[in-house]
């Protein structure tokens, strides 16, 4: 009998734990849910920094070439 009652009484905590796991889930979801959007405009903000960044450095490396090779053709004149 005192089996019986440890069995009903494990599978009644592991019910309670299923549903503590579910709910705490839920919460973590709501959570991050919430702080979503915060977080993607931190990412495209990096991201415009980043691409304005790396176009600004291909475009001094552009105009260098271009000039390199102007100032080369000059002599050619």
Do not use: C, W, Y
Request: avoid cysteine; charged fraction near 35%.
């Amino acid at each position: 009998m005192a089996d019986e009652h440890n069995s009903e009484g494990l599978g009644h905590e592991e019910e309670h734990l299923t549903e503590l796991q579910v709910m705490v889930r839920e919460e973590v979801a709501k959570a991050f849910e919430a702080t979503l959007p915060t977080h993607l405009d931190g990412i495209k903000s990096s991201l415009k920094n980043f691409i304005s960044e790396e176009f600004a450095t291909f475009k001094d490396e552009i105009e260098k070439e271009i000039k390199e090779l102007n100032d080369g053709s000059q002599g050619f004149s």
